[in-house]
Nanobody, 126 residues
């Protein structure tokens, strides 16, 4: 099946910015009918939802990233982005993209099973 592929992670100083991207493993595939999400998992912690966007463009954010992170889609919904600004050391984690044939319900996507990417590491450190 088609899988998300993340890119754009790296190391940055506190207060810096990064933009993560997520594309399908099959060239040209669009996520237009999917509910998409960015998740993260720090060492020793559970995976948590960061931001979600549905097929109509409605978005939801975790309280910890509101006002700093922006989820969006581009390239005809072939690419999912996560713009991260004012990064903090506590944002350090592996970031995952997930696609679900579902809808936004509450703070996350619902109605199906997440298809996960392999993740991209984000490290915020001075």
């Amino acid at each position: 099946q088609v899988q998300p592929v993340e890119s754009g992670g790296g190391s940055v100083q506190p207060g810096g910015s990064l933009r993560l991207s997520c594309k399908a493993s099959v060239s040209g595939f669009t996520f237009g009918a999917y509910c998409m999400g960015w998740f993260r998992q720090a060492p020793g912690k559970e995976r948590e939802g960061v931001a979600h966007i549905d097929s109509d463009g409605a978005t939801k954010y975790a309280d910890s990233v509101k006002g700093r992170f922006t989820i969006s889609q581009g390239d005809g919904k072939r690419t999912l982005y996560l713009e991260m600004n004012s990064l903090k050391p506590e944002d350090t984690a592996m970031y995952y993209c997930a696609a679900m044939k579902g809808w936004l319900l509450g703070d996350s996507c619902s109605g199906g099973q997440n298809i996960w990417g392999q993740g991209t590491q984000v490290t915020v450190s001075s």
